[in-house]
């Protein structure tokens, strides 16, 4: 279900002095058969509430892309970033995170929550939505909690060895 991919991105910088980011994306991985439902205030709050209900508003597939940094030499990075985007096919999206390249804010987009997961959403104006995700199948929901358990690992290993 992988599949490699040599396209070259810019980002645009989030501040007028910092240079376009490019990325190249290096692995696709694909997961059918996923649900995103939004997370009601009571699911928050733990209060017992009938006022919110929870509602699917994305059924398709996602994309677990894996990107490396090119630096201003030419040179690829060897330490990767994740970007999890949520759609139909690859060119027609619902939505997507952002970028993840560390530990801390792989803690932040993404988190297991019982038999399903939590993601925060990037959405415009740097506005942020939490979503749950669950998937219909089991094999492509353990396929996708297998890989965010090595990512996960990986950004934990990066860390102990820079010193976060």
């Given amino acids: 279900m992988s599949t490699v991919t040599a396209s070259i991105t810019d980002c645009g910088g989030s ?3 910092s240079k376009s980011k490019r990325t190249v994306k290096a ?14 205030p009571s699911a928050l709050t733990g209060e017992k ?3 919110c209900k929870q509602c699917k508003l994305f059924q398709g597939t996602v ?10 030499v030419g040179s ?6 994740y970007q999890f985007r ?4 690859p060119d027609k999206l619902f939505c997507e995170t952002e970028i993840i390249d560390n530990i801390h804010k792989m803690n932040e987009v993404i988190k297991t929550w019982g038999d399903c997961f939590r993601v925060m959403m990037q959405c415009s104006m740097n506005r942020y939505v939490l979503l749950e995700l ?7 929901e353990r396929g996708f909690r297998d890989l965010v358990c ?7 290993i990066l860390a102990e060895l820079m010193w976060d």
């Fill in 63 to 72: 994309f677990v892309e894996e990107l490396l940094n090119v630096n201003e």
């Fill in 27 to 40: 692995r696709t991985r694909q997961f059918t058969s996923a649900f995103l439902y939004n997370v009601p």
């Fill in 49 to 51: 509430s009938n006022n």
């Fill in 86 to 89: 949520f759609g139909w096919r």
């Fill in 76 to 81: 690829v990075d060897h330490v990767p970033s």
């Fill in 15 to 17: 501040s007028a002095t």
């Fill in 150 to 156: 090595r990512i996960n690992d990986e950004f934990e």
């Fill in 134 to 140: 669950k998937f219909r199948d089991f094999d492509q």
